[in-house]
């Protein structure tokens, strides 16, 4: 039964990866990360939040001038947290826009 169960892991991972839904996972995977990680007062003054999976970017565009010099100063810690809730560190960088 385990050999089943690994087999059925390996045919689910290529068909999402054959499909491109790999990529979607990850993109919804690192934005919840990001919400989850600064909480609900900081995601009500964040207006948009973009994963580029081939850069490896987070995008987030703040409506506070003050939150995101506050958020710049941060950015190594909120890296590390926001990598930490995911099942691999795929986030590399943080622009602010």
């Known amino acids: 039964m385990a050999k089943e169960i690994y087999d059925l892991k390996v045919y ?15 993109k919804s995977q690192v934005e919840e ?7 609900e007062l900081i995601v009500k003054l964040t207006r948009s939040v973009h994963y580029n999976i081939e850069r490896s970017t987070l995008y987030i565009t703040l409506a506070s001038p003050a939150l ?7 950015t190594t810690d909120l890296l590390n947290a926001i990598n930490a809730k995911l099942p691999k560190s795929i986030v590399k960088k943080i622009v602010y826009l």
């Open 33 to 39: 990360a990001y919400r989850q990680t600064v909480g």
């Open 12 to 26: 689910l991972a290529a068909a999402l990866k054959a499909y491109h839904l790999d990529d979607t996972i990850a």
């Open 68 to 74: 995101k010099h506050e958020l710049t100063l941060k």
